[in-house]
């Protein structure tokens, strides 16, 4: 599960996403119901808006309801969870510019915030779902991250609690990026729903 990133900055993004970064300012690291660039399909292109990291935004829940999150989505069963279903069975696919997400790590017998990333130090895109809400100034955007389950992953096993389900973030490959975005089934789109390879990322302690 992966609730905390860093996004690259503005001229990465611009570099290394094939479209222009949005306007709007968003903060570097990125929490529950922030604000953060997102990547969706324009036509035959891509288009970046900000959106809200969660599906369900904590203002849209209704009174009375527990507040919950949304800022993961299960691909295992996204298109039978309420909150992300509607975004998944139509295709509503994005790219989430990051330069290293974080996890805690429990080997030395507490929580330690550790940093994940790419081997060669480059940005990358996680795979996402997003959602469009009215807003008081016209349409607002919210999103979730794709997980899967990795319990046997070489890397991402070494996180969260002892005994918990151990789950990763779905990488999109730059190659794949349009293919992504376009894709026309969701069995199309889960063919990119895979884990990430463990010899291309790197990980360590981060300071917090």
């Known amino acids: ?68 999150d949304t800022m ?4 295992e069963t996204v298109g039978e969870k309420r909150s992300f279903s509607g975004a998944w069975k139509k295709q509503q696919l994005c790219l ?9 790590d429990y080997e030395t017998g507490k929580a330690v915030r550790w940093a994940i990333g790419m081997a060669d130090g480059e940005p990358f ?7 469009e809400w009215d807003g008081e100034g016209g349409p607002c ?31 999109i490959k730059p190659a794949d990026y349009d293919d992504w975005l376009g894709s026309r089934s969701m069995d199309e789109a889960r063919s990119f729903v895979v884990l990430p390879d463990a010899l291309t990322m790197v990980a360590g302690a981060s300071p917090k």
């Open 96 to 104: 989430i510019p990051t330069q290293v997400f974080y996890e805690p």
């Open 1 to 68: 599960m992966c609730t905390n990133y860093r996004i690259p900055d503005r001229q990465l993004f611009n570099d290394k996403y094939g479209v222009a970064a949005p306007s709007a300012e968003w903060r570097e690291e990125v929490y529950k119901d922030y604000f953060a660039p997102i990547i969706r399909r324009d036509g035959d292109g891509r288009r970046s808006d900000v959106a809200s990291f969660g599906m369900v935004p904590r203002e849209k829940i209704p009174p009375g309801v527990k507040v919950f």
């Open 141 to 171: 955007f919210s999103f979730t991250m794709l997980t899967l389950n990795a319990d046997h992953h070489p890397l991402m096993k070494r996180f969260h609690k002892p005994g918990s389900e151990k789950r990763s973030v779905v990488i």
């Open 125 to 131: 895109a996680i795979a996402g779902l997003w959602r």
């Open 72 to 75: 993961n989505a299960r691909a």
